[in-house]
């Protein structure tokens, strides 16, 4: 498999730019092998096109698009997420900030198949939706690719028709919350209204299709105001609507929301796939950043509550996929290792345990190869010297298999 | 002819000054006859000065004498003869340098890098150092042989290190120390270390695990030696006296078990065991979980021995590596064991 | 001067013989310990003679006498009668001290225990510091016990007040005299080309100096060269003349001279020495090092083939440093070598910051490749000036300074 990336790395860059290095007995097996290239096109897509002329794809792209199919031999290819998909779940985040920017340059969203979607696609498909809930906890250093494999998650859930519960960074409500206030149904706790009907609005962007088919509506009544009541067996996008309308109940809203969400999955309604990223921002304190650039640590927010409820396992139908990330960590600059002990800490790991880790390794070799390609495709790189053979060697060394690190080695080339 | 006799002169109304002048005049011109004597060689021409200019000599400050306090042995260095000294009994003690009295031409301080240094006398720099002159190499030869009678072989029945240690396993280590100062004592001197290999003191579990919580980190695992310092006490006996209190106490301290040891928790347990532990009321739990009881997590009944089946037992170890020390092979191994029991096969 | 000539009996008799006792209480003052101020008068008027290894022939007092009763007649100066004076009193003085030095130097040996005969300056140095252990910290402000030969400086003039050097009221006299020179071969290098042209030769190339092994000496070097203080303009006329005869195609006749004023710029390959190269249990060659750069201490360990991985304290890849610079820096001897991604690499690296550690890795490895490349490798490693320590430090704070030359700013009061 890994000789196949190779060989169409090889390919990509020593015929287009390294002509040059090649002796002649290579240039002309690369030649030969041009007709090979067609054989590099995934079967479902030169099936659907069977009367248009086969499109040549170069090798480090896969036209698969629906990551339920990607498999071992994606592996290090980009896939494209369709426009309206990508509006679809990440319109409110999701996609990390960097990347995020990069789609715009790009002009489209593309993530590499790598080994720990692979690993968590396969698990899933070996989970009894019957048993206990089962928690996945993504470890790995920064810029290795935790987020855009969590991405990768939530596009496949979303194809599989997973219930999606996903909060793209804890550390959004638990650091630099936009408003505070103290809670009146949790007398000594905080809420943080806006942030909680913000992720409203992003639960139910995401879940749209999914809730106009099901027959999901309350299982009992809810009573916030004196006159605002969500009666019982109401839609359940009424009580979303509520809470996003409403954003003073919103906290209250969303615990509510997930606990039905809970029962009704545990019912068998549907099955619910649970994505945060730095979830080990739960436990840290709660912190806010008040005008006087003072730092106020508070006891537990609110809207941390429900979600540490729903990656409980005392629920079936469902998955959990969480990260843990020296970002979110307490201090975050000081975080002396990325393995998820450390990170969870006590109260996190007996909070967890036991859960399946899956760690996120660098880049290897041909991955590295398959970023530099799609980057020089991009022309995110044009400098000569960065595409010849002994420049790609140098950036290889230089970003040591981390993502983040090669894109900002990138940056000015 | 002196002013003051002048002054003395009828002629009071005359100012002394004036007088002066006329005189200076007068020598000035008749300097040509009978001035030679006071010329030097290579001096100039005479000149005939028609308006001679006044000078005015400038005052100058008489230098006052040099009176050099000399010590009363000025010079006795030059009595030394080089080559037949007996520098023992001349300079027996620590005593600042004295240029009279050692004869080499040692020199130090410049003001410029490229100037020569100020030679040894009057040079206060050279009288800062202490020196080392009573301790040249044959007089610490000479001390050591004098000293010598009063030592004692070292017993040969020890000729091994396993010997010496099994014998005497208490190791104490103090410091003297030598100064060229004219004390001759030093605070450092007092600080007493002790030390011990525990394998060589009679511990059970118990006693272990309560020794290691009183020393803490005067223990060192590598080599299973205990190490108390003793310095609060202003003499060397007494810290020494110390030390072995300290010693005594902490061993029979450890052995004796206290009321209060039976209320130790789960966080004050020296090692990490699996089944007593929330990891593995979880797992009991997930094996015992069915749809109706939601929002049940723990259940606080870890599962019995014989229904542990072998992953449950590789999940508890593979916990137990991670608690007490996580690795990427240890979080490799949780995984493999965690994939067991969570998954279906 | 007429006056000074009939003059002179007189002088004889009184001021010569007047100073005499004038002389011995200075005499007295010397062994008291105040030579210094002597010596500063003399200082006034004598100057270092030895130079270029010429050492001027110090004549004796006797001959002084002589010279001063046969040329009665001739006219003296009063200022040249002081100096010969002075130099009376300074060859005496030269006499005491040398005395002095040796009966110290017997007295030293004597009462360290060892032989007076084999008693060199080098041993009077250490017994010096072993009986007076001075704390300060220049060199020059510790005890010192020289020869009087060494630190006394030497006469300037002959007994006729006519100074040695024959340009020495250009108050450069060295260097003029190195211009001189250079001009006189120049002139020569200029006859011997007209010589090979008038028999309608072209001069061969072997004719003119090889000027790559070596570089010009810089101005401080130049100055203990000549033993003289030179003045920057000084400095660049002599340059330019000793450049135009490097340059000129005759200059190989006159190596030696130019030699002088000139240092070897590479290291003699052959007398340099490598790392061993060991073979490992598993077949592969390995070569182990350790080198220093500021405070930091580096020991590399690279094994040939491998795949170019990097392990940096325990970390995989180079991102135990995150400063972009300090990668490169540990790469470029890779890329010198072209033993990129060909060799695996093993570091432990302590002290000093992240360009020391670089530095210091930097250096191991390239003495560590050297090792393996060959010849060719070799060269091209030292002309990228990787086979030399970088001597570099950092400077000392001073005191008055915010560093080491940065001023405090300055507040109006």
Request: aromatic share 8%; glycine share 6%.
């Amino acid at each position: 498999m890994a000789l196949r990336i190779l060989h169409g790395e090889f390919l990509s860059h020593h015929v287009g730019v390294m002509h040059h290095l090649l002796t002649p007995e290579r240039l002309l097996s690369s030649v030969a092998a041009r007709p090979a290239l067609s054989t590099l096109i995934d079967g479902n897509i030169s099936s659907a096109n069977e009367t248009s002329p086969p499109k040549i794809l170069s090798p480090f792209r896969t036209g698969e698009s629906d990551p339920q199919n990607h498999s071992e031999s994606q592996l290090g290819r980009h896939y494209t997420i369709p426009e309206d998909i990508k509006q679809t779940i990440f319109k409110h985040g999701g996609l990390p900030k960097k990347f995020d920017e990069l789609t715009h340059v790009f002009t489209e969203t593309s993530i590499m198949v790598r080994k720990p979607f692979l690993e968590i696609k396969d698990y899933v498909k070996k989970i009894d939706f019957n048993r206990p809930a089962v928690r996945f906890v993504l470890y790995g250093e920064t810029g290795q690719g935790k987020s855009m494999t969590l991405a990768h998650v939530v596009h496949y859930g979303f194809n599989a028709g997973f219930l999606l519960v996903h909060v793209p960074w804890v550390n959004s409500f638990m650091r630099k919350s936009k408003d505070i206030s103290p809670s009146e149904s949790k007398p000594g706790m905080l809420d943080v209204p806006i942030n909680a009907a913000a992720w409203l609005v992003h639960f139910r962007a995401q879940n749209q299709h999914l809730l106009q088919k099901l027959d999901f509506k309350t299982s009992k009544s809810y009573q916030y105001g004196p006159r605002d009541t969500i009666d019982a067996g109401a839609p359940i996008e009424e009580l979303i609507e509520f809470g996003v309308g409403r954003a003073k109940y919103a906290c209250d809203v969303v615990e509510d929301l997930l606990r039905e969400v809970k029962s009704a999955s545990n019912s068998g309604l549907f099955k619910t796939m649970v994505v945060i990223d730095g979830f080990n921002g739960l436990f840290s304190p709660f912190m806010k950043t008040l005008r006087m650039k003072k730092k106020v640590i508070h006891q537990r927010c609110t809207l941390a509550l429900p979600f540490l409820e729903i990656s409980r396992f005392d629920w079936c139908n469902g998955v959990v996929v969480l990260s843990v990330d020296k970002h979110a960590h307490t201090d975050p600059f000081n975080a002396e290792s990325a393995l998820p002990l450390y990170l969870l800490g006590k109260e996190g790991w007996e909070h967890l345990d036991p859960f399946i880790p899956i760690n996120v390794e660098e880049y290897n070799t041909a991955e590295t190869n398959s970023a530099l390609d799609y980057y020089i495709d991009r022309r995110w790189i044009q400098h000569p010297g960065a595409q010849s053979e002994s420049g790609r060697a140098e950036l290889r060394a230089m970003c040591g298999g981390n993502g983040l690190e090669l894109l900002k080695l990138c940056a000015p080339l | 002819m002196s002013l003051l006799s002048v002054s003395r002169n009828p002629l009071k109304g005359l100012k002394p000054v004036r007088i002066q002048f006329v005189w200076n005049h007068a020598i000035r011109l008749s300097s040509g006859t009978f001035g030679t004597d006071n010329m030097d060689a290579g001096e100039e021409f005479r000149q005939l000065e028609l308006k001679p200019t006044r000078t005015r000599e400038k005052f100058q400050r008489k230098k006052a004498p040099v009176h050099m306090i000399m010590p009363r042995d000025y010079k006795r260095a030059n009595k030394i003869d080089p080559d037949n000294v007996d520098w023992k009994s001349i300079w027996p003690g620590p005593r600042t340098f004295d240029p009279n009295a050692i004869p080499i031409p040692v020199r130090q301080g410049r003001l410029k890098p490229k100037q020569r240094a100020f030679g040894k006398t009057a040079n206060l720099e050279l009288m800062k150092i202490p020196t080392f002159f009573h301790l040249t190499p044959p007089a610490i030869k000479a001390h050591c042989e004098e000293l010598k009678k009063f030592c004692t072989p070292f017993p040969s029945e020890l000729d091994t290190k396993e010997k010496c240690e099994k014998h005497f396993p208490l190791t104490v280590i103090t410091n003297d120390y030598l100064h060229a100062a004219p004390t001759i004592r030093d605070p450092l001197a007092r600080i007493v270390t002790i030390k011990l290999k525990l394998k060589d003191i009679p511990l059970d579990e118990h006693a272990r695990d309560k020794l290691m919580r009183i020393i803490k980190d005067r223990y060192d695992e590598k080599t299973d030696t205990l190490t108390i310092v003793t310095d609060r006490c202003p003499l060397r006996k007494q810290n020494y006296d110390y030390a072995q209190y300290l010693l005594t106490a902490i061993f029979y301290e450890s052995w004796t078990v206290e009321e209060w040891e039976a209320s130790k928790t789960e966080a004050d347990m020296e090692h990490y065991v699996w089944n007593r532990n929330t990891s593995s009321k979880a797992l009991a739990s997930i094996l015992n979980w069915t749809p109706d009881k939601l929002g049940k997590s723990i259940f606080h009944d870890p599962l019995p021995e014989d229904k542990l089946k072998p992953e449950h037992h590789a999940y508890g170890k593979a916990v137990k590596n991670i608690v007490e020390g996580e690795t990427e092979e240890g979080w490799s191994q949780y995984k493999k064991a965690a994939v067991q029991v969570l998954l279906r096969q | 001067m007429e006056n000074c000539m009939l003059r002179d009996d007189k002088f004889m008799d009184h001021g010569f013989m007047k100073r005499e006792p004038k002389n011995t209480l200075a005499r007295e003052h010397f062994e008291n310990g105040k030579m210094n101020s002597i010596s500063l008068l003399l200082r006034s008027n004598l100057r270092f003679s030895s130079i270029h290894n010429k050492s001027v022939v110090a004549y004796s007092s006797q001959a002084a006498k002589e010279n001063v009763t046969i040329k009665k007649k001739k006219p003296i100066s009063r200022a040249m009668r002081a100096y010969i004076d002075r130099v009376k009193q300074f060859e005496e003085n030269l006499i005491v001290e040398s005395k002095e030095y040796s009966d110290g130097k017997r007295f030293l040996a004597n009462i360290m225990g060892e032989d007076p005969a084999h008693f060199t300056p080098k041993d009077v140095d250490k017994s010096v510091e072993y009986l007076l252990p001075s704390g300060l910290f220049q060199k020059l402000a510790r005890p010192e016990m020289a020869p009087p030969e060494e630190t006394i400086e030497k006469a300037k003039f002959d007994i006729n007040g006519r100074p040695f050097h024959f340009l020495f009221y250009t108050g450069a006299s060295h260097l003029y005299e190195t211009q001189f020179e250079t001009v006189k071969r120049i002139n020569r290098a200029e006859k011997l080309l007209e010589q090979i042209h008038r028999k309608g030769h072209t001069p061969e190339k072997e004719n003119k100096m090889d000027l790559v092994t070596s570089e010009w000496q810089d101005i401080s070097e130049m100055e203990k060269t000549i033993n003289e203080s030179i003045r920057d303009d000084h400095f660049e006329q002599t340059m330019q003349a000793l450049e135009r005869l490097a340059q000129h195609p005759m200059s190989g006749h006159f190596k030696d001279f130019l030699m002088n004023y000139r240092k070897a710029t590479t290291v003699n390959m052959t007398e340099m020495v490598f790392p061993e190269i060991q073979q490992d249990p598993d077949g592969r060659y390995s070569v182990q090092h350790t080198t220093k750069r500021k405070t930091a201490v580096a020991t590399v360990t690279i094994r040939s083939p491998g795949e170019g991985k990097f392990v940096i304290n325990g970390q995989p890849g180079l991102l135990y440093f995150s400063d972009v610079g300090a990668r490169e820096h540990v790469l470029f001897p890779y890329q010198v070598t072209g033993l990129m991604e060909k060799v695996d690499t093993e570091v432990t690296v302590e002290g000093g910051g992240f360009n020391g550690q670089s530095g210091a890795i930097r250096y191991a490895t390239s003495l560590c490749l050297a090792a393996l490349v060959d010849e060719q490798g070799r060269v091209k490693l030292q002309l990228a000036g990787l086979l030399r320590r970088d001597p570099r430090v950092k400077e000392r704070k001073k005191f008055g300074k915010a560093g080491a030359r940065r001023g405090y700013t300055w507040l109006k009061r």
